[in-house]
């Protein structure tokens, strides 16, 4: 079991770029896929990206259609952190991003695939 702190949301324009951070404490997170999930007022918890590492790749990477291109997932397993940078942010971006853990995961879209989650951190683009 890991626990996870996000941090960097906030308000911010139409067009501009955030990076989210999300900190991990406990042993083995290189062995962690992790995710980030996005919430929208009303709306049900969607997948957003992950990130898995294995030997034969290094670092796997996936994204929702929607933030392709736009998004990026990192993991720095020195730090314990794994982090989104978010450009070209459009007001549908709007959400709490929450992030998750899954030991030896696959990097799955899916939340019942994730054991473990932050408390969330609010990003609010403004049109």
């Known amino acids: 079991q890991v626990q996870l702190v996000e941090s960097g949301g906030g308000l911010v324009q139409a067009g501009g770029s955030l990076r989210l951070s999300c900190a991990a404490s406990?042993?083995?997170?290189?062995?962690?896929?992790m995710g980030w999930f996005r919430q929208a007022a009303g709306k049900e918890r969607e997948f957003v990206s992950s990130?898995?590492?294995?030997?034969?790749?290094?670092?796997?990477?996936y994204y929702a259609n929607s933030v392709k291109g736009r998004f990026t997932i990192s993991r720095d397993n020195a730090k314990n952190t794994v982090y989104l940078q978010m450009n070209s942010l459009k007001p549908e971006d709007t959400a709490v991003y929450y992030c998750?853990?899954?030991?030896?995961?696959?990097?799955?879209?899916?939340?019942?695939?994730?054991?473990?989650w932050g408390q969330g951190t609010q990003v609010t683009v403004s049109s």
């Open positions: 990130i898995r590492w294995s030997r034969q790749n290094n670092d796997n990477t």
């Open positions: 406990g042993h083995g997170f290189s062995m962690y896929a």
């Open positions: 998750a853990a899954s030991r030896y995961g696959s990097g799955s879209s899916r939340n019942s695939d994730y054991e473990d």
